[in-house]
């Protein structure tokens, strides 16, 4: 079966500082992969998503960027973290785009 | 652009009464889908419905498909706490790569 991982769980990092998140996908081969921002209490903002290696759309601009170096890694980073940047990190994929998305545990970021 | 209006925000309703949330999109929609986010967790597939009028029931959730397909509810019989959390309705997008659009939830709270 199909599993999805991301760490770390929980972060708090002050302004300024980079930040990596990891999402890794097993159990599945050439996943469409996915990054969102939630705010607290908030909806679901698609940040990224990747049809395959080093393949990487933007969905809106900002201080973040993902890279995906292998099939199933998928990988959230800033060099300078603002305060705006807080928030519930979820990783998603899925078989083919538009279809049914699964999503990690997420990470809580908390910039101070 | 991509629009899909769910209502209510929040609801809260005493344990062993009935809750619906509603999806209204601007477009016709190819399909819906609906997920479940438990406070704390990360969004859960619920359902996909792809027909005119569809209507599937998973024991006390009644999800519905409009007529014209632009419109879906999701209705809940007789609350339990275990029911607390966000639904969000989600669509797919009719530009680029065709991804998921979530629609901005309805957080529900159950008072036992």
């Known amino acids: 079966s199909q599993t999805i991982h991301q760490w770390p769980a929980t972060l708090v990092q002050p302004v300024g500082s980079p930040l990596s998140l990891e999402c890794t996908v097993e159990?599945?081969?050439?996943?469409?992969l996915y990054w969102y921002r939630q705010a607290a209490g908030r909806g679901l903002q698609l940040l990224f998503y990747?049809?395959?290696?080093?393949?990487i759309s933007s969905e809106v601009p900002q201080n973040l960027s993902a890279s995906r170096p292998q099939d199933r890694q998928f990988i959230l980073s800033s060099k300078k973290l603002l305060l705006s940047d807080s928030g519930f990190y979820l990783c998603?994929?899925?078989?083919?785009?538009?279809?049914?998305?699964?999503f990690g545990p997420g990470t809580r970021l908390l910039v101070l | 652009g991509q629009q899909v209006m769910q209502i209510p925000q929040y609801q809260h309703v005493q344990e062993g009464e009935d809750f619906t949330t509603y999806c209204n999109s601007s477009t016709t929609l190819s399909n819906i889908q609906w997920y479940k986010q438990r406070p704390g967790g990360h969004p859960v597939f619920l359902i996909q419905?792809?027909?005119?009028?569809e209507v599937k029931k998973q024991k006390r959730l009644t999800f519905q498909f409009g007529e014209a397909k632009k419109n879906s509810s999701l209705h809940i019989t007789a609350t339990q706490t275990t029911d607390v959390g966000t639904y969000f309705c989600a669509i797919p997008t009719q530009t680029g790569a065709n991804n998921l659009f979530f629609g901005t939830g309805t957080r529900l709270t159950v008072i036992p």
């Open positions: 159990g599945t081969s050439n996943p469409n």
């Open positions: 990747s049809v395959g290696i080093g393949q």
């Open positions: 419905l792809v027909k005119s009028g």
């Open positions: 998603a994929w899925s078989v083919n785009f538009g279809e049914t998305q699964y």
